[in-house]
């Protein structure tokens, strides 16, 4: 045969071998969620229970009548449950498929006789225990708050598919119950009551115990997530920060990003020498990593290393936003990941800023304006201020924040005026004759953080909305004519999603695909400021660094993207808690390799 096309003796071979061991988790959480559904329909839908694909698709014991009914539709919601954690190798998940499954088959040859259906059982289950090294990842960050995520969502559920099952019965039910009788009858049977709804024969019973076993699935599976053991979402402790400022000192003028790494909110992996890093945080199963690892280059492999053996040992979604080229060639190289390009960051260089010339009209007059309104502006290191302003700049800065959430991750700190964070640079816009106010004559706050010993990089911009506009502008402004006085010749500004689409999409003779694309990333910015932000930045004639998000398979690009608008505070999917029942922050959890590290130091 040519090359690349597999002969009838080769495909044979492989059918009875079997499917790759690393493709078995995805397999059989799609058998489990295949299985599953038929099982929500043969114990919703009368005529499709008695059919021959419900014996065929039976997991769990079932009979004819009310009890098959509502065992069949336990069966299927456990299973559609639990296929997620085994696509995803979860030990726990596996766990309970092994419990399941040989139970299913007892009572399915106990209830129904139904040796077709045991078999099936059997069938799934022998992939389980053959396989068994698949599935071994480790549980994902939670707390026990997501019991009350789970009771809603599941409530939720339950009473839609209560509605079906109530109507599922046209020809049963007794007069013609109207929507509000039938939502009573879902209510109280998810309790265990009987409702307003009658039926004739034992389809009353068939409804009741459906139901019954809604309600029950619901309670359980919130009562186990509240009294589960709590595994939190990692932290810095302050022997890693420590660690990674030391690195920061040596290897931060390499990437303006370097500094967000020091996010309390962060967990980090160390290479096995210590002399690299690689920062993350898990946002719904995807390992995210922003920025380039922390560190000499030459030990970036076995950080990179590190990271992937944990995703793989959580089985988590490994991808890393915003990283250089550079950074973007070796993790393709070390791990056989791919890369794409994100948008590109912004740099000036403060020897070639100049407000001079026609392409620097329109900030000139705007900054001229702002300036004759009264305004002033003060540019100063963390370490200069006193206290007292700090707190004020700290209060300013969330009053002014604009959204409950508070936005950033691969670029935000996340913090100001940290007595760690010295370093960093504030600018602040002041009014001469202020309205009466809380925060005086503060008007607009600029803070930066270091890149290096000789460049800053923009975390955060706040002002007052009562201020006149342009308080931006002035302050990047301020900033670039003061760094000099603080040795600082680059500065890094926002970053630009998609930036040379922009770009080229405006341009005379783009392509009709070019400016579809373009056209897109417009409407978009009504919600995401891509547009916005391009231009803003262009402002200032910056040089264009491009950023790049690494990835595994082009599948998991939708994913990634919702966790990183998550992590990035677009998409909250947390449920707020009242402050007075915020409990202090848990202890960090720390990695498999970094416990061994610490095992060795101490011995």
Avoid at 223 to 233: G, K, S, T, V
Avoid at 523 to 539: G, H, M, P, T, V
């Amino acid at each position: 045969m040519s090359g690349g096309v597999p002969s009838r003796s080769s495909r044979v071979r492989q059918l009875i071998r079997g499917p790759r061991p690393e493709s078995v988790p995805v397999l059989v959480g799609r058998a489990c969620a295949l299985v599953g559904l038929v099982d929500v329909a043969a114990g919703v839908f009368p005529r499709f229970r008695h059919s021959r694909m419900h014996t065929m698709a039976e997991v769990l014991p079932g009979a004819l009548g009310p009890f098959a009914a509502a065992l069949s539709l336990s069966a299927g919601v456990l299973l559609l449950l639990l296929a997620h954690g085994l696509k995803r190798g979860k030990r726990r998940a596996w766990r309970a498929a092994v419990a399941l499954l040989p139970a299913g088959a007892v009572a399915q040859f106990t209830y129904r006789h139904s040796i077709v259906g045991a078999l099936i059982s059997v069938a799934l289950l022998v992939p389980l225990l053959v396989h068994r090294d698949q599935f071994r990842a480790l549980p994902d960050p939670r707390s026990r708050w997501r019991a009350l995520a789970n009771f809603v969502l599941m409530g939720a559920g339950s009473l839609m598919l209560g509605l079906v099952i109530v109507s599922a019965h046209p020809g049963r039910l007794i007069g013609d119950p109207s929507l509000a009788d039938r939502i009573t009858h879902v209510l109280y049977g998810l309790f265990g009551f009987e409702g307003p709804v009658d039926y004739q024969g034992n389809t009353s019973w068939t409804v009741a115990f459906s139901l019954g076993a809604l309600g029950w699935i619901t309670a359980v599976t919130t009562i186990y997530l509240a009294f589960r053991p709590e595994h939190p979402a990692a932290r810095l402790t302050e022997e890693d920060e420590a660690r990674l400022r030391a690195l920061l000192e040596k290897h931060g003028g390499r990437d303006s990003l370097g500094h967000f790494a020091l996010r309390r909110d962060k967990a980090v992996v160390f290479s096995p020498s210590g002399k690299a890093a690689v920062t993350y945080r898990v946002v719904s199963g995807v390992m995210l990593a922003s920025g380039d690892p922390i560190g000499d280059v030459e030990a970036w492999p076995g950080a990179i290393e590190r990271f992937m053996d944990e995703a793989k040992a959580h089985s988590w979604t490994p991808a890393v936003m915003g990283c250089s080229e550079t950074g973007g060639e070796v993790w393709t190289r070390e791990t056989g990941l791919d890369a794409l390009e994100l948008g590109d960051e912004a740099v000036v260089d403060v020897a070639d800023f100049s407000l001079a010339g026609r392409a620097m009209r329109n900030v000139r007059q705007m900054v001229k304006r702002i300036e004759r309104a009264g305004y002033e502006t003060r540019v100063r290191r963390v370490r200069d201020l006193g206290e007292a302003e700090l707190e004020r700049i700290r209060r300013a800065a969330e009053d002014w924040r604009g959204t409950d959430t508070e936005r950033g991750f691969s670029m935000a700190l996340g913090r100001v005026g940290d007595p760690a964070d010295g370093d960093c640079l504030i600018a602040t816009a002041h009014k001469a004759d202020p309205e009466p106010g809380p925060y005086g004559d503060l008007k607009a706050i600029l803070h930066f953080v270091p890149w290096g010993t000789d460049g800053v990089s923009l975390d955060l911009m706040r002002r007052d909305r009562s201020a006149d506009p342009g308080m931006n502008e002035l302050l990047i402004v301020a900033a670039l004519q003061a760094a000099p006085k603080f040795g600082i010749a680059r500065v890094s500004l926002n970053f630009a999603m998609f930036r040379s689409a922009l770009a080229r999409g405006e341009k005379i003779g783009a392509g009709p695909v070019l400016r579809a694309w373009r056209g897109l990333l417009v409407f978009l910015s009504r919600w995401f400021q891509i547009e916005s932000l391009y231009k803003f930045n262009a402002k200032f004639q910056p040089r264009w660094e491009p950023r790049f998000v690494v990835y595994r398979a082009s599948g998991d690009l939708p994913r990634i993207g919702f966790a990183a608008m998550q992590a990035e505070g677009f998409v909250n999917l947390a449920l707020p808690l009242p402050r007075f029942l915020r409990r202090a922050p848990s202890p960090a959890r720390v990695c498999a390799h970094q416990m061994a590290e610490r095992d060795v130091r101490a011995a």
